[in-house]
């Protein structure tokens, strides 16, 4: 992680590098990625991979620790817009299609599949990528719809197990087949499940009022 006085051309190098690293991992898996193989994408030398990140190893959880910053700001910007629904029937629907679309879309989902695929080896990744992307997401689902039952927006009942239903009505069965194979998603299927998911949810959860 870059500090305020780090060299500029340090920071650079090492937005090159775990550039090219996420790249790497993904595309060749942990086993398949070579410090060589990073350092040619990223168009630097071997040596500086190593004099900024150390081994492979270091490497791989730089690249993942950057990608739960990355899930770590998405969760807290996701957690403020839902504690501001004041709608369900209006705005949830588009709160689902944009969970859908950040997870299933781009980086999200293979990166998460190759932390299943290593989490053996990085335990410590695996369980802070949990708390601070997806646990966090449904905590604040969680939170939200307490709220909104309280003021009778949806029906009362467990809040926990409503943001469940939530969350695998807009993304589950699609995340479900992508993390056993690598699935490309368009944004257009990706929303038009998640609208028909959140219009199943509404019609078990909203209330008249």
Known sequence: MATDHEDPRVTRSRALILDAATHVFLDRGY??????????VAGVAKRTVYNVYGEKDALFRATILRSI???????????????????PASELPELGARLAVSVLVGPVLPLRRLLV????????LAV???????????????????QLAARGRLRPG??????????????GADLDRGMFA???YTVD??????????????????TAG
């Not at 899930?71 to 839902?82: K, P, T, W």
């Not at 467990?158 to 993304?171: G, R, W």
Request: aromatic share 8%; net charge negative.
């Open 189 to 206: 299927e990706v929303r038009r499940r998640a609208l028909a998911g959140m219009d199943a949810f509404l019609r078990a959860y909203a």
């Open 31 to 40: 086993h398949g990625a070579t410090v060589d193989l990073v350092a040619d």
């Open 158 to 171: 467990d809040p926990v197990l409503t943001a469940e239903h939530f969350a695998f009505l807009a993304m």
């Open 128 to 146: 802070e990528y949990r708390r601070r992307a997806p646990e966090a997401v449904m905590r604040a689902l969680a939170e939200v719809f307490t």
């Open 182 to 184: 690598a699935e490309q």
């Open 117 to 124: 695929m290593e989490s053996r080896a990085f335990p410590e």
């Open 69 to 87: 910053e990355v899930a770590d700001r998405f969760s807290a910007s996701l957690a403020a817009q839902v504690r501001e629904v004041a709608d």
